[in-house]
């Protein structure tokens, strides 16, 4: 497949004049200068990747374990339980790049995948060597081969009469997906999702996701996230599937059910959240510019050291 060389342009905007800009609110970031994005976050094992221009790394008592540089401006990490140092990071300046050692080290992957800023990246839940990435003003990508090549997935999702960027995206293994798989996607317009059979972008609603995509009808949620503000991140552990985390504007928010109810666990503008992978009571996020931990699902929040 050729590579884009309009990333501001996707394939229905070009075909239907496209859609306006999105206008970003970024929070003050932690580890880089004021022109770089946040700091993305992601558990590696009993550990904690802070990555922005360098990646940091901490055992869940704030200690710092290791600091590298990184294979570019790192927008968005992701890892799997079941391949410990595996590190997946989409970059600013295009492409994907990869470590087996847990930052360390970083190969760049992007035969295939469009030119553009990646945005978001996600790891397939159960199969590492399945990712998933969001190319700004393009589209949803996938590659089975653990980023070796890459294949257009589907188009950006359409929320509020516009096409919108994913900022976020994770997979999660709920038993109304197809094949039991739904990639779920943050924006500048709110929540949205998709089954991995990439057939068409949803509303997140109760009852049966999959017999509300064949008929077309979707139920609203009973308590959304809140309308007009950008789901910076989102995070979810294989642990508890159910169990969803979202980074806001007014806060980090938490679903039980999936994404149908949420309530705000934290207040302040959280930019990134993390969950181990093992335990979902288990947090790392950051809120305000500044990295907390809580071990009770957000009840309590701890400052661990950053810098």
């Not at 990246?121 to 990712?131: D, F, M, Y």
């Not at 949803?202 to 503000?229: C, F, H, I, T, Y």
């Amino acid at each position: 497949m050729s590579k884009i060389s309009c990333p501001g342009l996707s394939r229905r905007g070009f075909l239907a004049a496209g859609a306006g800009a999105w206008l970003t609110v970024a929070a003050k970031p932690l580890l880089a200068q004021a022109t770089a994005p946040d700091p993305a976050l992601a558990f590696d094992g009993n550990h904690i990747l802070v990555a922005s221009s360098r990646i940091r790394r901490y055992d869940l008592t704030g200690d710092a374990q290791g600091e590298w540089a990184a294979p570019g401006i790192i927008r968005a990490l992701a890892t799997h339980p079941d391949r410990s140092g595996h590190v997946i990071a989409g970059l600013a300046s295009g492409g994907v790049s990869i470590s087996e050692d847990g930052g360390q080290t970083w190969e760049t992957r992007a035969t295939g995948l469009s030119e553009g800023t990646v945005d978001a990246v996600a790891i397939a839940a159960g199969n590492p060597e399945l990712l998933y990435a969001a190319v700004r003003g393009d589209g949803l990508w996938k590659s089975e081969n653990a980023g070796r090549s890459w294949v257009l997935a589907m188009d950006r999702p359409w929320l509020n009469e516009a096409e919108h960027d994913p900022l976020t995206l994770t997979s999660v293994n709920l038993e109304t997906g197809m094949g039991g798989i739904w990639i779920y996607a943050g924006t500048g317009a709110g929540l949205t999702r998709v089954p991995d059979c990439f057939c068409r972008w949803q509303d997140v609603q109760p009852g049966n996701a999959m017999d509300a995509l064949v008929s077309g009808e979707a139920p609203p949620a009973e308590a959304p996230l809140p309308e007009g503000e950008p789901v910076r991140a989102l995070a979810t552990a294989p642990s508890a599937p159910k169990v969803l985390y979202a980074a806001l504007p007014s806060g980090l928010w938490m679903s039980a059910d999936a994404g149908v109810v949420w309530s705000r666990l934290a207040q302040g503008s959280a930019s990134a959240v993390a969950v181990h992978s093992g335990n979902a009571d288990l947090l790392a996020a950051l809120i305000d510019g500044h990295l907390k931990l809580s071990r009770d699902g957000g009840a309590n929040w701890a400052a661990i050291a950053a810098a």
